[in-house]
């Protein structure tokens, strides 16, 4: 059973910072690449970043880009998300999710992901 654990959200003012972190475990998770999204309230749960496990890939929305970036640290299985010059569209709840597959196909897309944690709120005050 694989178990993701997101942590770090909170309420921030316009221009700030916050670090995410998604704690995975259950299983291993070398070559599987792991995602963020994040959900606005009345919105489709949307594509933020991606990172594959070993190769190191990273992939990120067009709205983040230069902004957010994200990392992952294998020997302890997590997953971060660093978030900077955060605007109150970034205002949602982010979920860290893992690929089902070992390809690198889909990265942005929802459906390609099988195992989602819980979801932090994050609010960008203006």
């Known amino acids: 059973q694989v178990q993701l654990i997101e942590s770090g959200g909170g309420l921030v003012q316009s221009g700030g910072s916050l670090r995410l972190s998604c704690a995975a475990s259950?299983?291993?998770?070398?070559?599987?690449?792991m995602g963020w999204f994040r959900q606005a309230p009345g919105k489709e749960r949307e594509f933020v970043a991606a990172?594959?496990?070993?190769?190191?890939?990273?992939t990120y929305a067009d709205s983040v880009k230069g902004r957010f970036t994200i990392s992952r640290n294998n020997a302890k299985n997590t997953v971060s998300l660093q978030m900077n010059n955060l605007k109150p569209e970034d205002t949602a709840i982010y979920y860290c999710?893992?690929?089902?597959?070992?390809?690198?196909?889909?990265?942005?897309?929802?459906?390609?992901?099988?195992?989602w944690g819980q979801g932090t709120q994050v609010t960008v005050s203006s």
């Open positions: 259950g299983r291993t998770f070398s070559d599987y690449a």
């Open positions: 999710a893992v690929k089902t597959s070992k390809t690198i196909a889909g990265l942005s897309s929802t459906g390609a992901y099988g195992s």
């Open positions: 990172i594959t496990w070993t190769a190191g890939v990273t």
